[in-house]
Structure formats: structure tokens, C-alpha cells
């Protein structure tokens, strides 16, 4: 039996949520499974990601594939990195401190990025305040 690492759609019409199960390949998508171990919520802002990083981690050793959505998840969740320092026999006080730094920098890239934006929105709002004044300018003479 393969398994597989998926999400399962909850939620009313235009709102979902997404249960992330260990089901079989070959159940439906909101058929049968064999484990729940997160939820997972894009609506909220940010979105909302909540997994068992015990049972994540359970599945994957046993060797069930995650679905190229669940991966994403579980890689901004760090279960992906540690997954990979596990395998590379690190001790856990060495996971932990590799974990800490990959936080650090994720939310440094994150400050970073909503800067970026927050600057893209400041030039695109001058820029339309400049081009009005000019239209006006051009509109009195």
C-alpha cells in the first residue's frame, strides 16, 4: 500500500480548510484516511499551518511521499531541514542549533521581502501622484 502525505478539503463553499492526512494513493481526495496530523488554513493572513512534527516526521521515515503542496508546508516548517539533519546522524542539540539559524534567516528573508513591497507601493503611489499633477498642469494651461 503506498502512502501518501495529502491534503483533505474541509470547510464550507469558498472557505476551505485543509486537513493534512496519511491516506492511501488510491483513496479519493476527501475519501478515507489513515491519519490526520495538521491543518491547514490559506484564508487567514498569514496562513494559518498547524502539523504533529512527531507524525510528519513518522510518515516520511516510513516512507510515505508527500504531495508537492504538503511539501511546501512542511518545508516552511522546518520539518523537511530536520528531516535531512536527522539522516545525516547530526546530534539533536546540533538540529536544534542548525534549526534556529534556518529561522533566523527565514524571517530575516521575510522582513526583507515586506520591506521590498512596502517600497514598490511607496513608488507606485508618488509616481501616480506625479503623473496626476502633471495632468492637472497640463489641464489648466
Keep these: 500500500m503506498a502512502v501518501k502525505l495529502r491534503l483533505r478539503k474541509m470547510g464550507k463553499k469558498k472557505q476551505p480548510v485543509y486537513k493534512v492526512v496519511a491516506a492511501d494513493s488510491r483513496s479519493p ?3 478515507k484516511f489513515i491519519e490526520a496530523i495538521g ?3 490559506p484564508k487567514t493572513d498569514p496562513a494559518t499551518i498547524n502539523i504533529k512534527e512527531e507524525r510528519a516526521l513518522y510518515w516520511l521515515n516510513v516512507g ?3 504531495t508537492d503542496t504538503v511539501k511546501n ?3 516552511n516548517q522546518g520539518i523537511i ?3 535531512e539533519l536527522t539522516k545525516q546522524g547530526l546530534s539533536e542539540t546540533d ?3 542548525k534549526l534556529e539559524e534556518w529561522k533566523k534567516l527565514k524571517e530575516a528573508n521575510l522582513a526583507a521581502l515586506m520591506k521590498k513591497k512596502s517600497e514598490k507601493v511607496i513608488t507606485k503611489k508618488s509616481d501616480k501622484t506625479d503623473s496626476d499633477a ?3 498642469g497640463a489641464a489648466s494651461e
Design 29 to 31: 481526495r476527501d475519501g
Design 64 to 66: 510515505a511521499q508527500p
Design 95 to 97: 538540529i536544534a542549533l
Design 134 to 136: 502633471e495632468v492637472k
Design 81 to 83: 531541514l530536520k528531516r
Design 73 to 75: 508546508l512542511l518545508t
Design 39 to 41: 491543518l491547514y488554513n
